[in-house]
Nanobody, 115 residues
Framework: QVQLVESGGGLVQPGGSLRLSCAAS????????MGWYRQAPGNQRELVAS???????YYTDAVKGRVTIFTDNAKNTVYLQMNILKPEVTAVYYC?????????WGQGTHVTVSA
């Protein structure tokens, strides 16, 4: 079973930047899909950004221009670079990986944007 461990969350002031990391126990190059989801209190979990094994990226409209997803295959890690952060992005962020019918989730990392 593939293990996903997120890190990099924390408290940041509005306008600041944060980089989330998701370290996988196996090769991420074998995954067909990797993404970052977030869930705020009272809301459903939503996809923020994703990248396929072909390199195709997706960003939800709410974060376009401020978020970048990228991978480091040598480290088996996928990152979410978040810039110009706004309070509304405050949530628990989850790493997700998929290959065929297999699904893997990390434990989540908290991101709080507040002055």
């Amino acid at each position: 079973q593939v293990q996903l461990v997120e890190s990099g969350g924390g408290l940041v002031q509005p306008g600041g930047s944060l980089r989330l990391s998701c370290a996988a126990s196996g090769s991420i190059s074998t995954m067909g899909f990797m993404g970052w989801y977030r869930q705020a209190p009272g809301n459903q979990r939503e996809l923020v950004a994703s990248i396929t094994n072909s390199g195709t990226t997706y960003y939800t409209d709410a974060v376009k221009g401020r978020v970048t997803i990228f991978t480091d295959n040598a480290k088996n890690t996928v990152y979410l670079q978040m810039n110009i952060l706004k309070p509304e992005v405050t949530a628990v962020y989850y790493c997700h990986a998929a290959l065929a019918a297999l699904r893997f989730w990390g434990q989540g990392t908290h991101v709080t944007v507040s002055a």
